[in-house]
């Protein structure tokens, strides 16, 4: 099964010791918006603005006048909040990053260099360094029959005791355009996903997936 320090380079967050408390970064899904809060206070007043209660944004971050952003959320430097994109709360979006245009984030720590620019939906997920999901891509986080997310990796089954879980998406992932990664997805660092895909389950790092009959290894 793939582990927190095994994803992701903790150093590309703010979210870095927070997440390496946790062997699985799943288990970090219920604490982000109490840690959000707490970073907040800590924050370097001359680096951000707090725009409104709990929404803690970088001076040289840019938001769009028609995006809607909610607490509790801290948005880095550098980053682009675009035209009608929708920040529910509850999301720590770190530096150098786009949201865009009509994008919906929730629950959701969203690394450095990270793009989710057209179209997309990442709730109750984590997303690493420079990872990239494509136009129309989204994170599904409820079963259609609503019972708990189960992580499954080949015969392999770890009880999450989540209702809500979208995915896990490690640094360097490359998810096609109208991909849906369903509840419960695990993605290795540098794995591609191609276009309209259905990923469910742990996809190994360095992979190119197709379908979930043809996943190769890159070389």
Not at 123 to 141: C, E, F, M, Q, R
Not at 210 to 217: L, M
Request: proline share 3%; glycine share 10%; hydrophobic share 35%.
């Amino acid at each position: 099964m793939i582990k927190t320090q095994e994803l992701f380079s903790l150093d590309k967050t703010i979210a870095g010791d927070f997440l390496a408390s946790y062997e699985f970064p799943w288990l970090a899904l219920k604490e982000i918006k109490d840690f959000i809060t707490e970073a907040g206070k800590q924050i370097d007043k001359n680096q951000f603005d707090e725009i409104s209660p709990r929404v803690w944004v970088h001076k040289e971050a840019v938001i769009a006048p028609t995006a809607s952003v909610s607490a509790p959320c801290i948005i880095g430097k550098g980053t682009e909040v675009r035209h009608c994109a929708f920040i529910r709360g509850s999301a720590l979006i770190g530096e150098n990053c786009v949201i865009g245009n009509s994008t919906e984030v929730k629950n959701a720590i969203i690394f450095d260099n990270v793009q989710v620019p057209h179209y997309n939906y990442v709730g109750d997920s984590i997303l690493g360094y420079k990872a990239h999901l494509g136009a129309g891509a989204v994170t599904s986080n409820v079963k259609s029959d609503k019972t708990l997310v189960k992580v499954k990796n080949g015969n392999e089954v770890i009880e999450t005791g989540l209702k809500k879980f979208g995915a896990m998406i490690g640094d360097g992932v490359e998810v096609g355009c109208n991909s849906v990664l369903n509840p419960g997805t695990v993605i290795g660092k540098n794995t591609n996903i191609y276009p309209l895909s259905r990923v469910r389950g742990v996809i190994k790092e360095n992979s190119i997936y197709k379908d979930e009959d043809n996943i190769t290894e890159k070389r």
